[in-house]
């Protein structure tokens, strides 16, 4: 997991990193390149090392800026300085230049770019980087779905469902988006990516360390009411509050083990976040980590633009993020789909 850019994670707190927005040659000489220097270590050469990199940074420039329904400062000022696209595109080339060595680009989620407004600004992003590093040869592909919940499939209704004549786009929790899961949306993502100038043979990666959605609260058939809402709302496995929501989520449970070539297109599905890490402290917490306090965290939070004004649907009494958080292992556990 490479994950230290300058300024990161601009758009929330819980995440916050050691470096500013203006240490980009800090990043480059004191992070990258001693773990390049690491992985291009003779003794690892018949290893393959896949290197995930820098979740929740690129499509923050496309939807967390200025005239953004959740804009910050901190985004604005990392899309100014090019913080971001410079330091992945240096990370790819060091990274890139190794034989055995595998980057595979975060590509956020279904349920923030999986609008029209955001699919093909975020896709173009990603080639700037690309881009930056001198070849697009550095990618070898791109992750969805990192330490988030949405889930690979909504077996009991697609985009194209009409619920008495209304499109299930129409629903408050759909919300226009054009998908209602993580894999059709990775497929359609992938495609686009290579119709812009990545090689055709890019491959995605699905985290699905904790969208199983499983146990007693998951629908074992669609709904047959004749209501938009109400039939999203009672097929739906995705139990969360609102698509928005990120933080410890309540009632969430493993997802699909670990495995390769699942489906066309998807080099694998890997568990990323590791479950019961926590996402962000429920509460103000003192740290020598940078990690701030999200209000997303906590459970009492009414919600902001990002998630619809919602409910936060987070876990209450978490730790700080990374660090362990036994009560949601367990219920990750209890929830797990497949069941364990």
Not at 165 to 191: C, H, I, M, P
Not at 228 to 249: L, M, P, Y
Request: hydrophobic share 35%; with cysteine; net charge negative.
């Amino acid at each position: 997991m490479i994950y230290n850019l300058p300024g990161r994670d601009c758009a929330a707190l819980a995440s916050n990193g050691e470096l500013g927005p203006d240490d980009l040659p800090r990043y480059k000489s004191e992070y990258i390149d001693p773990i390049a220097a690491i992985q291009a270590d003779a003794k690892y050469k018949n290893l393959r090392i896949i290197n995930i990199v820098e979740i929740d940074s690129l499509p923050n420039l496309v939807t967390n800026t200025s005239g953004q329904a959740g804009g910050t400062a901190m985004c604005d000022t990392m899309k100014a300085n090019g913080g971001y696209v410079q330091g992945i595109g240096y990370a790819l080339n060091k990274l890139g230049a190794i034989g055995n060595v595998y980057n595979y680009v975060d590509a956020a989620h279904h349920g923030w770019i999986g609008w029209d407004s955001n699919f093909g600004p975020t896709a173009d992003i990603m080639l700037q980087a690309a881009q930056a590093s001198g070849s697009v040869n550095n990618v070898t592909g791109f992750i969805t779905n990192t330490a988030n919940y949405s889930a690979l499939t909504e077996p009991y209704f697609t985009i194209g469902t009409n619920v008495n004549g209304t499109s299930v786009r129409q629903s408050k929790w759909v919300d226009w988006n054009q998908y209602v899961d993580e894999l059709s949306f990775a497929q359609a993502f992938r495609t686009k990516l290579v119709s812009i100038g990545f090689n055709s043979n890019i491959g995605m990666l699905i985290d699905t360390s904790r969208n199983g959605w499983g146990g007693s609260a998951r629908p074992t058939a669609a709904s047959t009411s004749t209501n938009v809402d109400t039939f999203v709302n009672e097929s739906r496995i995705d139990r969360r509050i609102h698509a928005g929501n990120w933080c410890n989520q309540s009632g969430a449970g493993l997802g699909e083990r670990p495995k390769a070539a699942p489906a066309a297109g998807i080099d694998a599905y890997v568990w990323v976040k590791p479950p019961g890490e926590s996402d962000g402290s429920s509460s103000l917490i003192p740290n020598d980590e940078g990690k701030g306090f999200d209000r997303m965290c906590d459970p009492t939070y009414t919600g902001n633009a990002r998630n619809g004004n919602s409910m936060s649907g987070a876990l209450p009494n978490a730790p700080i993020s990374g660090a362990w958080f036994s009560a949601q292992f367990q219920q990750l556990m209890a929830n797990a789909y497949p069941a364990l």
